[in-house]
C-alpha cells in the first residue's frame, strides 16, 4: 500500500472513531427536565421581619409581606388588603418569631391601654409580691414561666408556743414581670440586677387573697417544669378554696387548730 493510501485510511479511520464518540455521547446525554409553571391560589400575608419580644413597641420596618397558600390563611392572619396600619406603632402581646404570620391576638394598637395592660387577658389581674433571691428559685424565675405561690407564716400553738406554717395557696401562676422586665433576654438564664418584685397573673379573687396574704406572711415563688405548663388554658388554680368565709376549723382533742378551705 502506498504511503498516500495509507495516510488517507488513518485520516479515514480517526474521522469515523471521532464521529462515533460524539454521537454516542449525544445519544447517551440526559435529557433536561421539562419545567412546567403550576398557578396557585396565593396571597400575601404580613410576617415578623425579625424576634419581636413581648410588649415591644413594633414599626412597620418590623415587618415583610409574605407570599402564603390561599388555603392556609385564617381570618386571624393579616393579609395585603388590610395593609400594615394594623401593626405601626402597635404593642406585642406575645412574643413574633421572625417568619411567623402576624395575627391580630399577637398585637393592640398603643393608645388602647399601657404595655402590661396590653399583655394582660381578659378578666384577669396583675398584682406584684415581693420576692427575693432566696424566696424565688436564685432568681432564676423570668417572665412567662409558671410558678406555685406559697405563704410562710407564723401562728401561736395552743401551747403559747410560736411556729411557721407553709401553705399553697395558688398553683399554676403566670410570672408576666420580673422588677419591670416583661420578657427574658436573648439567652438569658436569670433576672438582670435584684429585682425585689414579681408581678403575677392572678383572677380578682386571687388577687384579693394574694394581697392579704402579703400583709400575713411571707411568700415564696416555686418554679415549676415546662411540662407542667398550661395546655387547656385554665390558668390558676387556687389550692384552697377562694370563696368568702367557706372555712372548716379542725379540732383536735377539743383544741382549735389550723383552718382549711372548703372544696
Do not use: C
Amino acid at each position: 500500500m502506498k504511503r498516500a493510501q495509507l495516510i488517507g485510511v488513518t485520516i479515514a479511520g480517526g474521522a469515523g472513531l471521532l464521529a462515533f464518540v460524539l454521537m454516542r455521547s449525544i445519544v447517551s446525554a440526559p435529557t433536561a427536565p421539562t419545567q412546567i409553571a403550576v398557578p396557585i391560589n396565593a396571597t400575601e400575608v404580613l410576617v415578623a421581619r425579625r424576634n419581636i419580644p413581648v410588649g415591644e413597641i413594633t414599626k412597620p420596618a418590623d415587618f415583610r409581606w409574605q407570599t402564603w397558600p390561599a388555603d392556609a390563611v385564617t381570618p386571624s392572619f393579616i393579609t395585603k388588603n388590610d395593609g400594615d396600619d394594623l401593626v405601626a406603632n402597635a404593642i406585642a402581646r406575645a412574643p413574633l418569631l421572625e417568619g411567623e404570620p402576624v395575627t391580630r391576638q399577637k398585637v393592640i394598637k398603643a393608645g388602647e391601654g399601657g404595655v402590661l395592660a396590653a399583655i394582660l387577658p381578659s378578666g384577669m389581674r396583675a398584682i406584684s409580691t415581693k420576692i427575693k433571691e432566696e424566696t424565688s428559685a436564685g432568681r432564676l424565675i423570668l417572665p412567662n414561666d409558671r410558678v406555685d405561690v406559697i405563704l410562710t407564716r407564723r401562728e401561736r400553738t395552743h401551747g403559747g408556743q410560736d411556729e411557721y406554717v407553709s401553705d399553697t395557696l395558688f398553683y399554676n401562676v403566670r410570672v408576666l414581670a420580673v422588677g419591670q422586665d416583661l420578657a427574658s433576654k436573648d439567652g438569658a438564664k436569670a433576672a438582670e440586677g435584684s429585682p425585689n418584685t414579681a408581678t403575677l397573673e392572678l383572677t380578682p379573687r386571687q388577687a384579693e387573697l394574694l394581697a392579704r396574704a402579703n400583709s400575713t406572711g411571707e411568700i415564696s415563688l416555686a418554679l415549676r417544669s415546662v411540662a407542667d405548663g398550661d395546655p387547656k388554658g385554665k390558668g390558676p388554680t387556687a389550692a384552697m378554696n377562694d370563696q368568702r368565709g367557706t372555712t372548716v376549723r379542725v379540732l383536735r382533742y377539743g383544741v382549735p387548730s389550723r383552718a382549711y378551705g372548703v372544696n
